[in-house]
Structure formats: structure tokens, C-alpha cells
């Protein structure tokens, strides 16, 4: 029998670079040779969501809070529950681990974006109060785990969300800004930064934004997707005859020129 540590490095270390089936082929060796390894189910309950296989990730995760009911458990569970769409169970499920640990911060993180979560898309018609509610919860959440660690991307990520439920689309920015400082190379971010900037019309900094995640995740369909979105949203200028899309960034008109010689979008 093997190493089921090195098995689930060997998983955590694949997944970590992308290599998802065979991250999941790794750690269901490990789980093979130590089925109780609470370890290794939140690794696999990571990889079956990062594969878009929620009903397996809730699976794997609710094994690893039956095996070791940590804060770490219960964090993993709220984050599959949120991308569920579940958003009471994930706030619930970070309520129970922040009980264990009340300086987790990514339990405060997925709690501020799972307050967020259902009015980011817009179909909501419940009252402003609870709005309002919902905006200074997930605020308050964000603004602590920005205070436990302001030095990764991913608590500003939750407070620019938060400001953009309270529609104060120049916080949003501004916040993000500070993250974006941080890494640079932040993909998330740099996606969420080119939907602020659309809804303040700065068509051209959006589509900026959106080239950088291109370039940085050429794999992800998305950043190429919403240029295509953008792109088809014709603007016209005097004396300005031609196919240009001039009011794109001149890195985003690059990538949908190859795009196009690609027959990308079709």
C-alpha cells in the first residue's frame, strides 16, 4: 500500500496548477488507502467544484466535517454551498465554523460574498431594508477579514462585492484597486473590475481589464466570451468609417483580432 500523504501532495500539487483529473485521480488514491483523512476529502470536495461537480463536492465535504467537524471543514462546505446557489446554509455553515475559530478568514470571506449572493444578480425583489441588511452584513464580514489579513487578494475581493450591493460602484473600484495592487496578476479580480467599470460605462478600462484575464487565464473562456459581449455592442463616431472597435482597449482588439482569424464564437 502507498503513501496516502504523498498521494494527497501529490493531488493538492496538481490541483494547485490546474491539472484537475488528475488531481482527482491523485486523491482518490489517497482516499483509497485512508478513507477517513479529512485532509484529503476537503482537497477532493475542491477539485469536484473546481471540475463543476457540486453534488460530489457537497458529498466530499460533508465527509470531512463526519470525520473532523474544524473550522476548515466547515469552510469548504460554505464555499460549495454558496456556489450552489444555497446562500442561507453557506452563511449557516460559516456561522458554525467562525464559532470554532472566529479568526478564520476565509469563513468571513465566504460569509460576506454569501450574504451578497442574492442580489448580484439582479432577480431579486425583496424589500431595500433587506438590501440594506445584506449589504452591511456582508460589509462588516469583509471589513474584518480585511483587518486579520490585509495582505491577500480575496478579502477586498469580498468588500468591493459588498459595496457593489450598496450600488456604491466608485467604493467597489476603489476597493479593488487596493487588491489589485497586491497581485497584479489577480484573475478574479481583474474579472470583477472590468463588470465595475461596464456599469460606469468605461467601456475601454472594462475591456482592459478583461485582456489582462485573458492573457493571464488563456484557458478560461470567459474573459474571450464578455470581449465578444462588448465587441458586439456597436458604438458609432463621426468620420470613423470601418469595422475598428475603437472603443476598446488596444490590448482587448488585439486578442479579438486573433479571436476572429480563429473563428472564435462561433
Not at 135 to 152: F, G, I, W
Not at 175 to 187: F, R
Request: charged share 25%; proline share 5%.
Amino acid at each position: 500500500m502507498g503513501d496516502p500523504g504523498q498521494a494527497r501532495e501529490r493531488a493538492r500539487n496538481l490541483f494547485m496548477i490546474g491539472r484537475l483529473a488528475d488531481a482527482r485521480d491523485a486523491a482518490r488514491e489517497a482516499l483509497a488507502q485512508d478513507a477517513l483523512d479529512a485532509s484529503t476529502l476537503r482537497l477532493s470536495a475542491d477539485i469536484e467544484a473546481a471540475l463543476g461537480d457540486l453534488e460530489s463536492a457537497l458529498d466530499y465535504a460533508a465527509q470531512a466535517i463526519s470525520v473532523e467537524a474544524s473550522a476548515s471543514s466547515y469552510a469548504v462546505l460554505a464555499s460549495v454551498q454558496r456556489r450552489t446557489g444555497d446562500f442561507a446554509a453557506a452563511i449557516a455553515s460559516c456561522e458554525r465554523g467562525l464559532a470554532l475559530d472566529p479568526e478564520h478568514v476565509t469563513l468571513h470571506v465566504t460569509a460576506s460574498l454569501a450574504w451578497a449572493g442574492p442580489w448580484l444578480d439582479g432577480s431579486t425583489d425583496r424589500p431595500s431594508e433587506t438590501r440594506r441588511e445584506a449589504a452591511n452584513q456582508s460589509a462588516a464580514l469583509a471589513s474584518r477579514a480585511l483587518e486579520l489579513d490585509p495582505t491577500e487578494t480575496f478579502p477586498y475581493y469580498a468588500a468591493s462585492v459588498a459595496e457593489l450591493v450598496r450600488n456604491d460602484l466608485y467604493a467597489a473600484a476603489s476597493i479593488l484597486t487596493k487588491g489589485l495592487a497586491l497581485d497584479p496578476e489577480w484573475v478574479a479580480g481583474h474579472l470583477l473590475m472590468s463588470g465595475i467599470r461596464g456599469r460606469q460605462g468605461m467601456v475601454k478600462l472594462a475591456s482592459r481589464h478583461l485582456a489582462t484575464a485573458g492573457m493571464l487565464s488563456p484557458n478560461d473562456e470567459t474573459p474571450i466570451s464578455q470581449l465578444r459581449a462588448i465587441a458586439g455592442k456597436r458604438r458609432f463616431r463621426r468620420n470613423r468609417p470601418g469595422p475598428s472597435i475603437w472603443w476598446l482597449a488596444p490590448e482587448a482588439r488585439k486578442i479579438l483580432e486573433a479571436d476572429a482569424e480563429l473563428g472564435g464564437g462561433r
